[in-house]
């Protein structure tokens, strides 16, 4: 069974800095298309970032510059990372990794940028 554990949220002042990890495991994830999603408080989830098997990368407008995915992949398993630099109050909410193309979710993990 595939799963999903995101670690690495908290609490952050703006200008501040925070890496996210997802690990997945309990499946083949050579070709997989990995995703961070995030969800502000009355917000709808939204599409962070993505990236695919051989690294390519792409992101929302909103982060670009300021985020940068990556993945570290391992027989049977994948860690996807999420380094998140410069962040303001607007990046606040739950950051969620997805495993593209499926219905498989990490539990979330909250980040909140105040002062």
């Known amino acids: 069974q595939v799963q999903l554990v995101e670690s690495g949220g908290g609490l952050v002042r703006p200008g501040g800095s925070l890496r996210l990890s997802c690990a997945a495991s309990g499946g083949s994830f050579s070709l997989a298309v990995m995703a961070w999603y995030r969800q502000a408080p009355g917000k709808l989830r939204e599409l962070v970032t993505v990236?695919?098997?051989?690294?390519?990368?792409?992101?929302v407008d909103s982060v670009k510059g300021r985020f940068t995915i990556s993945r570290d992949n391992a027989q049977n398993t994948v860690t996807v990372y999420l380094q998140m630099n410069s962040l303001t109050p607007e990046d606040t909410g739950v950051y969620y990794c997805?495993?593209?193309?499926?219905?498989?979710w990490g539990q979330g993990t909250q980040v909140t940028v105040s002062s």
């Open positions: 997805h495993l593209e193309g499926t219905q498989i």
């Open positions: 990236i695919g098997e051989d690294g390519w990368t792409n992101y």
